[in-house]
């Protein structure tokens, strides 16, 4: 993990995040800085890290919004304008879990997160 962590930048032992949506399932997430995302089609989640880990469904990061996209660079206005609205949200990274399946099941899986994490 301390390469990852180094290369993304990310929260010492905090690269890899696993979120449990509503059903009970696991989502493997990478945090990345919120400017930095990688390509492809995702769910993602604006967050911060937060210093105190008690109140925190998920240790070291305060959940800020969710969303999905067909692609986290598909286009550059649709990109500034997702990393804009980050951080109106305070958010300094964006957690991603990579998902190749089409839209319809991208948005149900953003339900069952939200129904679960309740995003800020």
Request: charge should be positive.
């Amino acid at each position: 993990m301390r390469e990852i962590d180094t290369v993304c930048r990310t929260p010492p032992g905090q690269a890899a995040v696993s979120l449990r949506g509503q059903s009970g399932m696991l989502y493997g997430f990478t945090a990345f800085p919120l400017s930095e995302a990688p390509c492809g089609p995702a769910i993602y989640i604006f967050a911060r890290p937060v210093a105190d880990l008690h109140c925190r469904i998920t240790p070291n990061w305060s959940l800020l919004g969710i969303g999905e996209t067909a692609g986290m660079r598909d286009r550059i206005d649709a990109r500034y304008a997702r990393i804009v609205q980050g951080h109106m949200l305070g958010a300094t990274h964006i957690l991603i879990h990579f998902c190749y399946r089409d839209a319809s099941r991208r948005r149900l899986i953003v339900d069952e997160l939200a129904g679960r994490l309740n995003p800020n």
